[in-house]
């Protein structure tokens, strides 16, 4: 039997943080998934449909299909459907089209990455012990 590796399983659990802890400011929308990413809150659309199943796989719409040079482009019936989970298009922020997608850490100021922040807010969620008040 062969081993799995523990640096591929770290690795996975650091970028499932990344994306935990991150949103997108969107660009020109080639780089965020329509119904994988979560670029208009806390959550991506499959999530807010509570979706968890092998369906969303080959869905890779990205954004940029919804952005013209003014802002948003969605259907009445793409609409329809973000409003049912709460995503209200006239409330959302307009994309810069000219821009690329950026991908921003919620936990600094400038949006910015770094090992101490992700720390911080590893160490933010676990819970404590209820023996560590002990030592």
């Not at 929308?29 to 979560?38: T, V």
């Not at 409330?91 to 990455?113: M, S």
Request: charged residues 20%; hydrophobic residues 35%.
């Amino acid at each position: 039997m062969k081993k799995s590796s523990t640096l591929w399983s770290g690795l996975k659990e650091a970028l499932k943080l990344i994306e935990d802890h991150s949103t997108w400011v969107v660009g020109n929308g080639k780089g965020i998934y329509l119904w994988k990413d979560r670029w208009a809150g806390e959550k991506s659309v499959s999530e807010l449909l509570m979706a968890n199943n092998p369906f969303w796989k080959p869905l890779t719409n990205t954004l940029s299909a919804y952005i013209k040079p003014t802002g948003w482009n969605f259907s009445p019936t793409m609409t329809y459907i973000l409003s049912q989970v709460g995503i209200e298009v006239s409330q959302l922020q307009d994309p810069v089209a000219q821009q690329e997608d950026k991908r921003v850490w919620k936990h600094t100021p400038n949006g910015q990455f770094t090992v101490r922040s992700a720390c911080e807010a590893i160490i933010d969620k676990q819970p404590s012990p209820p023996w560590h008040k002990f030592l």
